[in-house]
C-alpha cells in the first residue's frame, strides 16, 4: 500500500469515528503498520492541513480538515453511479487530461475521475495554456467510454458544460450562462472552460477524456494579463470563499445524471438542458472560425449542436467550430 492509499484510509477511519477518539494501536491494526509509522502518517497529513489532536492513552481525534481535494474527502459527498468509479488524485500534474488519456489507454474504468491541486501545463482550446494555480481551482478529467461514433463526441461538450452550469448554481445561488460551445460565465465573465478530447477509431470511440476547469477561489492578482477573455472566479463573483470539495461533489453528481440521461435518451435532453442556460439568441455576434471571422444574429442551434447564425445578406450560415463574442 502506496502512503497516499494508507492517509486515505487514516481519513476513512476518522470519518468512521465522527469526532471521537482512534486509537493510534486501531489505526496500526487496519494499516498494518508499526505505531511509530503511524505516527508519521499523522504528521504528514498535519502537514497537508489537517487539525489533528493527539492525547495520550486516548490516540488522535480529526478537530478540522483543509480544502483538499482528496478522494477520501470527495467521497463523504459522493452518491454516483458512473462518474468517481475511479479517483485518481495528484498534488500536482502536467495536465490531468493527459493523465486521463494514459490511465484510458492502461483501460481505466469508465468514470474515473484525475484531480489535481495543481498544473503545470494546464490545456484549454486550440493549444492555449490554462493557468492552474495551486489550492484555489479544480482541474479535473473524467474518462468515459460511450458507445457512439466519433462524429457525436462533441455532444458530450454540451453535456459537461450543463453539469459545469448546474453545479455552479446549486453551490452559489449564481445564474451561469453558457458561451458557445464550451465556456460557462457569470455576469459576462469567464469562470469555467472545456477541453473534451477522444482517441477513437473510424467507426467507434475508445475512451473520451471530459477536461474540466473552474475558477473557484482564484483572486484577481492571479489572472494573467493577456487573457483573451474577461475572466473570474465563484469567490469573485459571490464575495465570499466557496468549498472547492462541495463543488466538486456537486459536479460529479451532474455529470452523472446528466451521462445516465443521455445513455438513456439521446442528445436532445442534453441539448435543452444547455439551453436552459444560453442566452445569445437573438444577438448580434462575432464568430472566428479556421477560414476567417462571420458576423450576424444567432438564431439558436439545431439538433446536432451547430450554431445557426443569420448574416448580413438575410442567409443562415451553420457552424460547427470556432470562438463566439457577442458584439
Same mark, same amino acid.
Given at each position: ?19 471521537? =477518539? ?24 498535519? #502537514? ?7 492525547? *495520550? ?37 502536467? #495536465? ?7 490511465? %484510458?489507454?492502461?483501460? %481505466? ?29 479544480? =482541474? ?31 453551490? *452559489? ?55 483573451? =477573455? ?7 463573483? *459571490? ?41 445569445? *439568441? ?32 438575410? #442567409? ?12
Amino acid at each position: 500500500m502506496s502512503q497516499q492509499a494508507r492517509q486515505l484510509q487514516i481519513l476513512k477511519l476518522f470519518q468512521q469515528q465522527q469526532g471521537a =477518539y482512534l486509537s493510534g494501536a486501531e489505526i496500526s491494526r487496519v494499516l498494518g503498520v508499526s505505531r511509530t509509522a503511524v505516527w508519521k502518517h499523522i504528521e504528514q497529513l498535519r #502537514s497537508l492541513g489537517y487539525r489533528i489532536e493527539a492525547v *495520550t492513552a486516548r490516540g488522535y481525534r480529526l478537530h478540522g480538515s483543509p480544502d483538499l481535494l482528496l478522494p477520501a474527502e470527495i467521497r463523504t459527498e459522493l452518491e454516483t453511479e458512473v462518474i468517481g468509479r475511479e479517483l485518481v488524485y495528484f498534488a500536482e500534474t502536467d #495536465s490531468t487530461n493527459d493523465r486521463a488519456h494514459a490511465l %484510458a489507454r492502461e483501460g %481505466a474504468v469508465e468514470g474515473t475521475v484525475v484531480i489535481a491541486e495543481a498544473q503545470k501545463a494546464g490545456k484549454g482550446r486550440l493549444g492555449r495554456h490554462w493557468v492552474s494555480p495551486p489550492g484555489v481551482n479544480l =482541474y479535473a478529467s473524467i474518462v468515459l467510454r460511450p458507445s457512439i461514433a466519433p462524429r457525436q463526441a462533441p455532444q458530450l461538450t454540451f453535456l459537461s458544460a450543463a453539469a459545469v452550469a448546474r453545479a455552479i448554481a446549486e453551490m *452559489t445561488r449564481l445564474r451561469p450562462t453558457v458561451k458557445w460551445p464550451n465556456d460557462v460565465l457569470l455576469s459576462g465573465r469567464k469562470v469555467a472552460g472545456l477541453l473534451n478530447e477522444l482517441d477513437a477509431e473510424t467507426e467507434r470511440i475508445r475512451y473520451l477524456v471530459l477536461g474540466i476547469g473552474i475558477n473557484i477561489n482564484m483572486t484577481a492578482d492571479q489572472f494573467p494579463a493577456d487573457l483573451r =477573455y474577461p475572466a473570474s472566479s465563484l469567490a469573485l463573483e *459571490t464575495g465570499s470563499t466557496v468549498s472547492r470539495r462541495l463543488l466538486t461533489c456537486a459536479l460529479l453528481r451532474q455529470l452523472d445524471k446528466l451521462y445516465a440521461l443521455y445513455l438513456e435518451q439521446g442528445f436532445e435532453p442534453i441539448l435543452q438542458a444547455w439551453q436552459d442556460y444560453f442566452d445569445l *439568441t437573438g444577438q448580434q455576434v462575432e464568430v472566428s472560425e479556421q477560414a476567417g471571422i462571420c458576423r450576424g444574429r444567432v438564431l439558436g442551434l439545431d439538433g446536432e449542436g451547430a450554431l445557426l447564425l443569420r448574416l448580413a445578406d438575410d #442567409s443562415v450560415k451553420r457552424i460547427l467550430a470556432g470562438d463566439v463574442r457577442p458584439l
